[in-house]
């Protein structure tokens, strides 16, 4: 807020620049716009049928949206302001304009020097450029001629260009092409003539394009037809080489019979074991006379069955080796039936002389001896069979990764086909359509647009004041300069005792303007000045310094010398600048800082009337121990001590004497006065610093006045 309003301090100072700067520049563009001639804008509107839901009815156009949209419609404004298209507007303008009677434009100078053969030449090479959609080459001189004669009636495209503005009306489906010309017929035919050129060029291009695009899918279908034929035959030629059918259906047969087959082994290993185990509960029955007695009988009677039970086996072989086909199961049951009727018979007869009465397990041991070999024989066979089964089922594992393999690459090759047949197809389905885009709107010619020099004059007067604040703004920025006595003490970090005010008037004597109205607040300042001085001193005597010359240190040791006298205290006011002594010129007579400090005159000998009184010096530049020792000058200043209530030193300024040194080690005080307006450099710094090493640098003194000839008067001593 603090910078904010410092700022506007700093422009207040300009406020005139800022008034004459915009005045001169509005009277400028006035001068130069008298002349601006009116001009007329026309409007032509295209459809492009890219969001028109009434051109989207088609199955062949896709709708398209969103960033899509956006995307297509900046590609077709670019294309409507391309150099290609704004070519052939540039030769039909020349070319009306060359042979209409009533032209668009006057002819320009170089139109004027142009005779008539040359004019029958530049007609005609204009008209092939248009009919050949060429540009004019620069490099070929004839061409280079007919160019500059387009640019000199202001027709060739970069002119055109800058009259030209392309944009979409809103989120709707239409291009707007306006344009902006000196006559209402000229704007409507450059809109017109462009939006024309344009479709004809986007529609000759488009139309290239499909062909082209036709061309590539065509040769791209018969590449994947021959492919996708070749994959196809060599999956046919494997197939019949190995035999196969249907793998998949094949596998699962297999897979079916092995676990029927491995069921039937293990119904048939069960039923052998429990045959076995109810001949051996038969054969414990039988004491051993009589088991002999039945084998050896047995034997005998199992020799005719032995044929049949080995009939039997082989039928049951056959049966398992054709996939237990029914004709060997209706065989295998009869003989079975057979081997039965021949089991009753034997029991017929009597083998079982002495043991009649267990004839019955002798013919239930027969059955079972006869089932247990058949079930044995059975699970050889069931073993043989799915082991073969097996076999062949891993044997289809090959040829099943094989024809998957090609099966997969057939089916690749076809929906790559059937992938570029429908592009082909829809290709030229779209190459048979005719264009979306046309003209929906013709422009015609307008009324004048309101004249633009009033606007051209206020943007004037508005840019060159923006223009003023902001260089007053780098100007504010950039400038170092201390100003006020805030921005003192915050860059040297010591306090600031007092402003010394502008002086409202030149002040041509302190005693004279003390009781004066108009220096009320200056002498208000150094009042308060000098209670901020009283409290912080811790001795009788005070420096006054400066940075450098000029800046009012002595004009400020006079101003508080009287204010201390209008206290009724006795003052004395020394000159410690030897190198230029300005207090000293204001008082040619008088007591001489040499001579006191050498003790050949004793302070307050001339001057014990006044309240204030000065010692002069007499300009010789020198030091100041080369006067006196350091003992005698503190002796005589203690002795001035005794005689005035306060002691003033005005030294040379920190820059320009060393000599100001010496005073600082005879006090106790030490202030120093900054000019407002000056900045702190680096050699600045190096003073300051010096001053607050010696531990009584009480503050700073801003001085804001100017000093001027009637400043530096001082009041006379009498006498």
């Not at 897979?255 to 054969?283: F, M, P, R, W």
Request: proline share 2%; aromatic share 8%; glycine share 4%.
């Amino acid at each position: 807020m603090a910078e904010g309003y410092k700022f506007l301090k700093f422009v207040k100072r300009f406020r005139l620049a800022l008034v004459l700067v915009p005045l001169i520049t509005i009277i400028i563009t006035t001068f130069l716009v008298r002349n601006l001639k009116s001009s007329y804008i026309s409007q032509a509107q295209i459809s492009t049928g890219i969001v028109d839901e009434t051109q989207q009815q088609s199955v062949i156009i896709e709708a398209v949206q969103g960033e899509q949209v956006r995307q297509q419609f900046s590609n077709l404004i670019e294309m409507i302001r391309m150099k290609r298209v704004l070519n052939q507007v540039s030769y039909l303008l020349i070319i009306h304009d060359l042979t209409s009677n009533k032209p668009f434009k006057p002819k320009s100078d170089l139109v004027e020097t142009l005779n008539k053969d040359a004019v029958t030449h530049a007609i005609e090479v204009y008209r092939k450029k248009y009919e050949k959609n060429e540009e004019l080459d620069i490099n070929i001189p004839d061409e280079d001629g007919l160019l500059r004669v387009l640019k000199s009636m202001n027709y060739d495209p970069d002119a055109l260009k800058n009259k030209i503005s392309v944009f979409r009306s809103g989120e709707s489906d239409f291009i707007t092409v306006q344009s902006e010309a000196e006559s209402p017929e000229l704007a409507a035919y450059i809109v017109n003539t462009l939006s024309a050129e344009f479709i004809k060029g986007y529609t000759s291009l488009t139309k290239a394009s499909q062909g082209k695009a036709n061309n590539f899918l065509r040769n791209m279908l018969t590449e994947k037809t021959d492919t996708l034929a070749a994959r196809m035959a060599r999956l046919k030629n494997y197939k019949i080489r190995n035999k196969v059918l249907n793998l998949t259906e094949q596998s699962k047969q297999l897979y079916s019979l092995i676990l029927d087959y491995d069921t039937k082994k293990q119904e048939a290993v069960e039923k052998t074991a429990s045959y076995a185990g109810a001949l051996n509960e038969i054969d414990a029955k039988f004491n051993p006379k009589e088991r002999s007695y039945i084998e050896s009988r047995l034997s005998r009677v199992n020799q005719g069955l032995v044929e049949t039970k080995a009939e039997l086996s082989s039928l049951y072989d056959l049966y398992l080796k054709n996939d237990l086909d029914e004709r060997y199961k209706r065989s295998y049951d009869s003989l079975r039936n057979q081997l039965s009727e021949q089991i009753n018979k034997s029991s017929d007869q009597y083998i079982n002389n002495p043991l009649n009465a267990k004839q019955e397990l002798v013919n239930q041991k027969i059955n079972l001896e006869i089932q247990m070999d058949i079930s044995r024989y059975g699970i050889n066979s069931l073993e043989n069979k799915i082991n073969s089964l097996t076999r062949d089922f891993e044997n289809l594992v090959p040829q099943e990764a094989e024809v998957q393999t090609l099966e997969m690459s057939v089916d690749i090759a076809s929906k790559e086909y059937l992938d570029i047949l429908n592009k082909y197809n829809q290709s030229n389905l779209e190459s048979g359509v005719e264009s979306k885009m046309n003209i929906v709107q013709l422009g015609v010619g307008g009324l004048a647009q309101p004249s633009k020099k009033f606007s051209l004059i206020v943007l004037s007067a508005v840019v060159s004041l923006v223009f003023c604040i902001l260089a007053l703004f780098v100007i504010f920025i950039m400038d170092s300069r201390i100003l006020d006595a805030k921005t003192l003490a915050s860059q040297t970090s010591v306090p600031v005792l007092g402003t010394i005010p502008k002086l409202p008037a030149p002040l041509e004597a302190l005693k004279s303007s003390w009781e004066d109205p108009a220096y009320h607040d200056f002498w208000a300042s150094i009042r308060s000045i000098r209670y901020e001085l009283e409290s912080a001193m811790q001795d009788k005597v005070i420096v006054i310094s400066s940075f450098g010359p000029s800046e009012g240190k002595s004009f400020f040791a006079r101003c508080l010398a009287r204010s201390w006298e209008k206290t009724n205290r006795k003052v004395l006011l020394i000159d410690g600048n030897f190198t230029h002594p300005s207090l000293s010129q204001d008082h040619v007579k008088g007591q001489f800082v040499e001579d006191f400090l050498q003790g050949k005159e004793q302070a307050g000998q001339q001057t014990q009337q006044e309240a204030t009184a000065v010692l002069s010096n007499r300009g010789k530049d020198g030091s100041l121990l080369e006067l006196a020792s350091a003992q005698q000058i503190n002796e005589q200043l203690d002795e001035a001590k005794r005689i005035y209530d306060l002691i003033i030193i005005d030294v040379a300024a920190i820059n320009g004497s060393s000599l100001v040194r010496e005073w600082l080690s005879f006090t106790n005080d030490a202030i120093a006065v900054f000019k407002s307006g000056e900045s702190i450099n680096d050699d600045k710094k190096a003073y300051l610093a010096m001053l607050k090493e010696t531990g009584i640098f009480r503050g700073w003194i801003l001085n804001m006045a100017e000093m001027g000839s009637g400043e530096l008067e001082f009041f006379k001593t009498k006498g």
